[in-house]
């Protein structure tokens, strides 16, 4: 018989072991960690230690996760009540820079818009190259790398040279309206592999705060 097949055979009878009782007793196997040999049943209750130590450092994970989440969620919540507050959107973005630089510790963050219509006169309204903006079209969900997308590197003026991660959230509302750029010189703070859940509900909460404002 394979090993597979004796294993198979006690799987399908447990009451092997019943009948044959004492032949558990005479049966010794190698320690994992070291030469001597143990009983069988030594040998269970040290699967059963190794299987609760994976298990404990499985729940401390969970438990470091969910910590991290609540303190983001904390910080959107935060954000929300601020742009709600806003009365226009010179305050919805100043709420945007603010929250994401104290709260998230962005340090580098830029926002540019290109609604129809009128707009007020501030730099995030200035001119976006159409490679900016279909880029922006572009993304259903934002986008972490290490480079800096088409043109927008430039959009961080003297700093651009130093930055080595950078995050791009799309504005939209029925189409593409803005795109909030966040870069940082740590090349390890925004990656390509990351989870951008909360990224896209800081574009979803900028997109409806400041579609009330521009026509």
């Not at 049966?27 to 994992?32: G, L, N």
């Not at 969620?73 to 945007?96: F, N, P, Q, S, Y």
């Not at 400041?210 to 026509?215: H, I, K, M, V």
Request: glycine content about 6%.
């Amino acid at each position: 018989m394979t090993p597979d097949a004796v294993a198979h055979y006690l799987k399908q009878h447990p009451e092997f072991f019943e009948q044959y009782a004492d032949l558990l007793s005479t049966i010794f196997i190698s320690h994992p960690h070291g030469g001597r040999a143990i009983s069988i049943s030594e040998r269970q209750i040290l699967t059963l230690r190794e299987k609760a130590k994976q298990l404990e450092g499985k729940l401390r994970e969970m438990i470091a996760f969910g910590e991290e989440n609540d303190a983001i969620g904390e910080k959107l919540h935060r954000l929300t009540l601020a742009v709600l507050a806003a009365r226009d959107a010179d305050a919805v973005i100043e709420a945007l820079y603010f929250n994401l630089r104290e709260d998230f510790a962005v340090p580098h963050t830029v926002l540019r818009l290109w609604p129809n219509g009128a707009h007020p006169q501030l730099p995030e309204f200035d001119a976006v190259s159409t490679a900016a903006r279909e880029f922006a079209a572009s993304l259903s969900n934002p986008y972490c790398g290490t480079h800096a997308m088409v043109d927008t590197a430039e959009w961080f003026g003297e700093e651009a040279a130093r930055l080595r991660s950078f995050a791009y959230v799309p504005l939209k509302s029925s189409q593409a309206f803005g795109l909030l750029a966040m870069a940082s010189e740590d090349a390890r703070r925004f990656y390509s592999e990351m989870g951008t859940l909360y990224l896209k509900r800081l574009g979803e909460l900028g997109s409806a705060a400041l579609a009330r404002y521009l026509t």
